[in-house]
């Protein structure tokens, strides 16, 4: 059971909007960053995105995030077959002492 | 462009320990911190902890404390982490994570390859 709780998956036609909830606690989301990592099939995760919509070079406009409270959402427009694969949220947990990850969701591309 | 290469697959038997490598290059360390993160075989990710080079300081996930240790070495460009008593449940993809900064809520900017560890006997 991971601590930061995401959908197991979302899906969406090419062109359309999804969106990717986070949802965690006081202890975490609700006190630190949260940051978003991409997982490609058969590939090591990459950043995608953090707080404040801040995003690496190369990650296009399409992906933006909001938080509010104890949750956190990602946002991906003008879906892309390129963009199918397993998205994770993560922040820092005071109770843990550690970084905690959510379950992570696949993203279809219909 | 800051890249991490982690060392090659690892088969171990049960009871035993695994001892991963990564470097980071193309740029400077002195505030950043290796993280290792793995990922079971069709599951999500989880951290097993970190370690702070400019303070020689390791922190670890509750769950691996007491069977984990990991290190930099005084370039700041090399960290490894040892895993003992191993079992089934810890095989999986390991990734060393680089964090761009010394704060433990920092994002994970940089990842490496991933190392696979497999436990057999």
């Known amino acids: 059971q991971s601590v930061l709780t995401q959908p197991p998956s979302v899906s969406g036609a090419p062109g359309q909007t999804v969106t990717i909830s986070c949802a965690g606690s006081?202890?975490?989301?609700?006190?630190?960053?949260i940051h978003w990592y991409q997982q490609l099939p058969r590939t090591a995760p990459k950043l995608l995105i953090s707080?404040?919509?801040n995003r690496p070079s190369g990650v296009p406009g399409r992906f933006s995030v909001s938080k509010s409270g104890t949750s956190a959402s990602l946002a991906i427009s003008g879906l892309l077959a390129e963009d199918e694969g397993r998205y994770y949220c993560q922040s820092y947990d005071s109770s843990l002492s550690g970084s905690v990850f959510g379950g992570g969701t696949n993203l279809t591309v219909l | 462009q800051v890249q991490v290469v982690q060392s090659g697959a690892e088969v171990k038997e049960p009871g035993s320990s695994v001892r991963l490598f990564c470097r980071a290059s193309g740029g400077t360390f002195s505030s950043s911190a290796f993280n290792w993160v793995r990922q079971a075989p069709g599951q999500g990710l989880e951290w097993v902890g970190r370690?702070?080079?400019?303070?020689?300081?390791?922190e670890y996930a509750q769950k691996f404390r007491g069977r984990v240790t990991i290190k930099a070495d005084k370039s700041m460009t090399t960290a490894s982490m040892e895993l003992t008593g191993l079992t089934s449940e810890d095989a999986a993809v390991y990734y060393c994570?680089?964090?761009?900064?010394?704060?433990?809520?920092?994002?994970?900017?940089?990842w490496g390859q991933g190392t696979l560890v497999t436990v057999s006997s």
């Open positions: 370690v702070v080079p400019v303070l020689d300081l390791g």
């Open positions: 994570a680089l964090q761009d900064d010394l704060e433990p809520a920092a994002r994970f900017a940089f």
């Open positions: 006081w202890s975490n989301i609700g006190a630190y960053g």
């Open positions: 707080d404040n919509n």
